[in-house]
């Protein structure tokens, strides 16, 4: 099982970017998906949160510019961008909480990370 991220890249600030995440092996449920972030020197930070029924949550230096959504029946999680800032560079990860079968519990499942560059 596992989580590949694809979409991140150089953008100058103001600009969009569209982060994509794809799960894939055994997979019997996904409840929530995340992405997180980490830019140098600084903690791991969550960005936003999905729901499986489709309920948002964002980091309050996001809210307004960033969307996630997700596709329950492609097991993917997409972040728009928009407005993006200097501050907005970091790696950024996703996660996934889920079930291998009905009688499994959750487990955690992250990507290995994409890198986003906002240049001022």
């Known amino acids: 099982v596992q989580l590949v991220e694809s979409g991140g890249g150089l953008v100058q600030a103001g600009g969009s ?7 894939s ?8 998906m995340d ?6 020197g600084k ?10 029924r489709g309920s948002t ?12 959504s997700r596709d329950n029946a492609k097991n993917t999680v997409y972040l728009q961008m928009n407005s993006l800032k200097p ?11 889920y079930r291998s079968s009905y009688f499994t519990a959750l487990d955690d499942l992250w990507g290995q990370g994409t890198q986003v560059t906002v240049s001022s």
């Open 57 to 68: 949550t964002y980091a309050g230096s996001v809210t307004g510019r960033f969307t996630i």
């Open 25 to 32: 092996g055994s997979i019997y449920s996904i409840d929530d």
């Open 87 to 97: 501050e907005d560079t970091a790696v950024y990860y996703c996660h996934a909480m």
């Open 43 to 52: 903690q791991r930070e969550l960005v936003a949160v999905i729901s499986s």
């Open 17 to 23: 970017l569209r982060l994509s995440c794809v799960a």
């Open 35 to 40: 992405w997180y972030r980490q830019a140098p």
